[in-house]
T-cell receptor, first 111, second 113 residues
Framework: AQRVTQPEKLLSVFKGAPVELKCNYS??????LFWYVQYSRQRLQLLLR??SRESIKGFTADLNKGETSFHLKKPFAQEEDSAMYYC?????????????FGKGTKLSVIP | NAGVTQTPKFQVLKTGQSMTLQCAQD?????MYWYRQDPGMGLRLIYY???????DKGEVPNGYNVSRLNKREFSLRLESAAPSQTSVYFC????????????FGPGTRLLVL
Protein backbone atom coordinates (compact mmCIF):
# COMPACT_ATOMS: atom_id res chain seq x y z
CA ALA A 1 0.00 0.00 0.00
CA GLN A 2 1.14 3.52 -0.70
CA ARG A 3 1.94 5.95 2.07
CA VAL A 4 2.96 9.59 2.27
CA THR A 5 4.80 10.88 5.31
CA GLN A 6 5.26 14.51 6.26
CA PRO A 7 7.31 14.39 9.43
CA GLU A 8 6.72 17.98 10.55
CA LYS A 9 3.28 19.08 11.73
CA LEU A 10 4.44 22.66 12.13
CA LEU A 11 7.35 24.54 10.64
CA SER A 12 8.14 28.10 11.64
CA VAL A 13 10.69 30.18 9.76
CA PHE A 14 11.57 33.84 9.60
CA LYS A 15 10.78 35.92 6.56
CA GLY A 16 13.64 35.70 4.09
CA ALA A 17 14.92 32.40 5.46
CA PRO A 18 15.01 29.24 3.34
CA VAL A 19 12.16 26.78 3.64
CA GLU A 20 12.15 23.02 3.20
CA LEU A 21 9.02 20.98 3.79
CA LYS A 22 9.78 17.30 3.86
CA CYS A 23 7.82 14.57 2.15
CA ASN A 24 8.68 10.87 1.94
CA TYR A 25 6.63 8.24 0.23
CA SER A 26 6.35 4.51 -0.12
CA UNK A 27 4.96 3.06 -3.31
CA UNK A 28 5.90 0.02 -5.32
CA UNK A 29 5.27 1.53 -8.77
CA UNK A 30 6.14 4.81 -10.47
CA UNK A 31 4.45 7.56 -8.48
CA UNK A 32 3.00 10.84 -9.56
CA LEU A 33 3.70 13.33 -6.80
CA PHE A 34 2.11 16.64 -5.98
CA TRP A 35 2.17 19.45 -3.48
CA TYR A 36 -1.18 21.00 -2.60
CA VAL A 37 -1.58 24.15 -0.52
CA GLN A 38 -4.45 25.45 1.56
CA TYR A 39 -4.31 29.11 2.52
CA SER A 40 -6.42 30.29 5.42
CA ARG A 41 -10.14 30.06 4.63
CA GLN A 42 -9.47 28.98 1.05
CA ARG A 43 -9.93 25.72 -0.76
CA LEU A 44 -7.14 23.28 -1.38
CA GLN A 45 -5.29 23.99 -4.60
CA LEU A 46 -2.42 22.49 -6.53
CA LEU A 47 0.94 24.14 -5.94
CA LEU A 48 3.08 21.98 -8.18
CA ARG A 49 3.56 18.44 -9.52
CA UNK A 50 6.77 16.65 -10.23
CA UNK A 51 5.97 15.80 -13.83
CA SER A 52 5.87 19.48 -14.79
CA ARG A 53 9.25 20.30 -13.25
CA GLU A 54 7.96 23.77 -12.66
CA SER A 55 8.57 26.50 -10.11
CA ILE A 56 5.45 28.07 -8.66
CA LYS A 57 5.60 31.11 -6.37
CA GLY A 58 9.31 30.41 -5.98
CA PHE A 59 8.75 26.85 -4.75
CA THR A 60 10.43 23.84 -6.32
CA ALA A 61 10.34 20.14 -5.55
CA ASP A 62 12.58 17.38 -6.84
CA LEU A 63 11.61 13.74 -6.94
CA ASN A 64 14.40 11.61 -5.49
CA LYS A 65 13.52 8.01 -6.24
CA GLY A 66 16.54 6.67 -4.36
CA GLU A 67 15.48 8.37 -1.14
CA THR A 68 11.76 8.17 -2.01
CA SER A 69 11.41 11.85 -1.24
CA PHE A 70 9.72 14.87 -2.77
CA HIS A 71 10.74 17.76 -0.56
CA LEU A 72 9.35 21.25 -1.21
CA LYS A 73 11.85 24.10 -1.13
CA LYS A 74 11.93 27.85 -1.38
CA PRO A 75 15.08 29.94 -0.96
CA PHE A 76 13.44 32.96 0.69
CA ALA A 77 10.20 32.62 2.62
CA GLN A 78 7.51 35.28 2.38
CA GLU A 79 4.71 36.01 4.84
CA GLU A 80 2.13 35.05 2.22
CA ASP A 81 3.60 31.54 2.15
CA SER A 82 2.03 30.83 5.53
CA ALA A 83 -0.41 28.01 4.86
CA MET A 84 -1.04 24.32 5.22
CA TYR A 85 0.93 22.19 2.77
CA TYR A 86 0.06 18.67 1.75
CA CYS A 87 2.20 16.25 -0.17
CA UNK A 88 0.18 13.76 -2.23
CA UNK A 89 0.78 10.68 -4.31
CA UNK A 90 -1.34 9.50 -7.20
CA UNK A 91 -1.72 5.92 -8.27
CA UNK A 92 -3.76 4.69 -11.21
CA UNK A 93 -6.86 2.73 -10.39
CA UNK A 94 -9.99 1.84 -12.31
CA UNK A 95 -9.72 4.86 -14.59
CA UNK A 96 -9.70 7.23 -11.69
CA UNK A 97 -6.65 8.59 -9.99
CA UNK A 98 -6.87 8.53 -6.27
CA UNK A 99 -4.68 10.81 -4.25
CA UNK A 100 -3.09 9.66 -1.03
CA PHE A 101 -2.28 12.65 1.12
CA GLY A 102 0.23 13.15 3.87
CA LYS A 103 -1.01 14.60 7.14
CA GLY A 104 0.17 18.06 6.22
CA THR A 105 2.68 20.60 7.45
CA LYS A 106 1.59 23.99 8.67
CA LEU A 107 4.10 26.60 7.57
CA SER A 108 4.25 29.77 9.60
CA VAL A 109 6.45 32.59 8.30
CA ILE A 110 7.40 35.01 11.04
CA PRO A 111 7.72 38.66 9.98
CA ASN B 1 -16.90 28.81 -14.59
CA ALA B 2 -17.67 28.07 -10.95
CA GLY B 3 -15.38 25.04 -10.83
CA VAL B 4 -16.42 22.72 -8.00
CA THR B 5 -19.28 23.82 -5.79
CA GLN B 6 -20.56 22.27 -2.57
CA THR B 7 -23.67 22.73 -0.49
CA PRO B 8 -24.23 23.35 2.32
CA LYS B 9 -21.25 25.28 3.66
CA PHE B 10 -22.00 24.40 7.26
CA GLN B 11 -24.35 21.98 8.96
CA VAL B 12 -25.11 20.90 12.50
CA LEU B 13 -26.71 17.50 13.00
CA LYS B 14 -27.81 15.48 15.97
CA THR B 15 -26.59 11.93 16.36
CA GLY B 16 -28.73 9.63 14.24
CA GLN B 17 -29.93 12.25 11.79
CA SER B 18 -29.30 11.89 8.10
CA MET B 19 -28.18 14.36 5.49
CA THR B 20 -26.83 14.61 1.96
CA LEU B 21 -23.88 16.74 0.92
CA GLN B 22 -24.11 17.97 -2.64
CA CYS B 23 -21.25 18.52 -5.07
CA ALA B 24 -21.26 19.72 -8.66
CA GLN B 25 -18.54 20.52 -11.19
CA ASP B 26 -18.70 22.35 -14.49
CA UNK B 27 -15.31 21.33 -15.90
CA UNK B 28 -16.58 18.25 -17.77
CA UNK B 29 -14.44 16.01 -15.58
CA UNK B 30 -15.03 12.29 -15.55
CA UNK B 31 -13.73 11.59 -12.06
CA MET B 32 -15.08 12.91 -8.77
CA TYR B 33 -14.05 12.33 -5.17
CA TRP B 34 -15.15 12.87 -1.60
CA TYR B 35 -12.56 13.47 1.12
CA ARG B 36 -12.76 14.26 4.79
CA GLN B 37 -10.23 16.48 6.51
CA ASP B 38 -9.52 16.05 10.19
CA PRO B 39 -6.86 17.79 12.31
CA GLY B 40 -3.63 15.84 12.28
CA MET B 41 -5.00 13.33 9.79
CA GLY B 42 -4.73 15.17 6.50
CA LEU B 43 -7.28 14.35 3.83
CA ARG B 44 -8.66 10.86 3.55
CA LEU B 45 -10.61 9.55 0.61
CA ILE B 46 -14.13 8.39 1.42
CA TYR B 47 -15.48 7.41 -2.01
CA TYR B 48 -14.69 8.18 -5.60
CA UNK B 49 -16.36 7.87 -8.96
CA UNK B 50 -14.27 7.19 -12.04
CA UNK B 51 -17.13 7.98 -14.37
CA UNK B 52 -20.87 8.42 -14.45
CA UNK B 53 -22.55 5.33 -13.11
CA UNK B 54 -19.56 3.97 -11.19
CA UNK B 55 -18.52 4.44 -7.58
CA ASP B 56 -15.83 2.83 -5.45
CA LYS B 57 -14.80 2.87 -1.82
CA GLY B 58 -11.81 4.82 -0.66
CA GLU B 59 -9.91 4.62 2.60
CA VAL B 60 -12.73 5.48 5.04
CA PRO B 61 -16.12 4.56 3.50
CA ASN B 62 -17.92 3.24 6.58
CA GLY B 63 -21.02 5.23 7.49
CA TYR B 64 -21.30 6.88 4.07
CA ASN B 65 -23.01 6.29 0.77
CA VAL B 66 -22.59 8.12 -2.52
CA SER B 67 -24.50 8.68 -5.71
CA ARG B 68 -23.10 9.81 -9.03
CA LEU B 69 -26.26 11.42 -10.28
CA ASN B 70 -24.82 12.44 -13.65
CA LYS B 71 -21.48 13.59 -14.97
CA ARG B 72 -21.69 16.88 -13.06
CA GLU B 73 -23.00 15.81 -9.68
CA PHE B 74 -21.71 13.54 -6.94
CA SER B 75 -23.48 13.43 -3.59
CA LEU B 76 -22.42 12.04 -0.23
CA ARG B 77 -25.01 10.74 2.21
CA LEU B 78 -24.77 10.14 5.92
CA GLU B 79 -27.62 7.80 6.82
CA SER B 80 -27.22 7.97 10.59
CA ALA B 81 -24.74 10.61 11.65
CA ALA B 82 -22.28 9.94 14.46
CA PRO B 83 -20.02 12.37 16.35
CA SER B 84 -17.01 10.67 14.72
CA GLN B 85 -18.25 12.08 11.42
CA THR B 86 -17.68 15.63 12.58
CA SER B 87 -15.25 16.87 9.97
CA VAL B 88 -14.72 19.10 6.96
CA TYR B 89 -15.78 17.39 3.77
CA PHE B 90 -14.24 18.23 0.42
CA CYS B 91 -15.41 17.25 -3.00
CA UNK B 92 -12.95 17.21 -5.89
CA UNK B 93 -12.92 16.42 -9.58
CA UNK B 94 -10.29 15.60 -12.17
CA UNK B 95 -9.67 14.33 -15.66
CA UNK B 96 -8.54 10.87 -16.63
CA UNK B 97 -4.75 11.09 -16.43
CA UNK B 98 -2.83 10.28 -13.27
CA UNK B 99 -0.81 13.47 -13.29
CA UNK B 100 -3.77 15.78 -13.72
CA UNK B 101 -4.77 18.27 -11.06
CA UNK B 102 -7.62 17.53 -8.76
CA UNK B 103 -9.83 20.60 -8.30
CA PHE B 104 -11.40 21.01 -4.90
CA GLY B 105 -14.59 22.55 -3.68
CA PRO B 106 -14.75 25.00 -0.79
CA GLY B 107 -15.71 22.35 1.74
CA THR B 108 -18.63 21.59 4.03
CA ARG B 109 -18.12 21.88 7.78
CA LEU B 110 -20.22 19.25 9.55
CA LEU B 111 -20.74 19.13 13.29
CA VAL B 112 -22.51 16.11 14.75
CA LEU B 113 -23.68 16.54 18.33
Amino acid sequence: AQRVTQPEKLLSVFKGAPVELKCNYSYSGSPELFWYVQYSRQRLQLLLRHISRESIKGFTADLNKGETSFHLKKPFAQEEDSAMYYCALSRPGAGSYQLTFGKGTKLSVIP
Amino acid sequence: NAGVTQTPKFQVLKTGQSMTLQCAQDMNHNSMYWYRQDPGMGLRLIYYSASEGTTDKGEVPNGYNVSRLNKREFSLRLESAAPSQTSVYFCASSGLVSWETQYFGPGTRLLVL
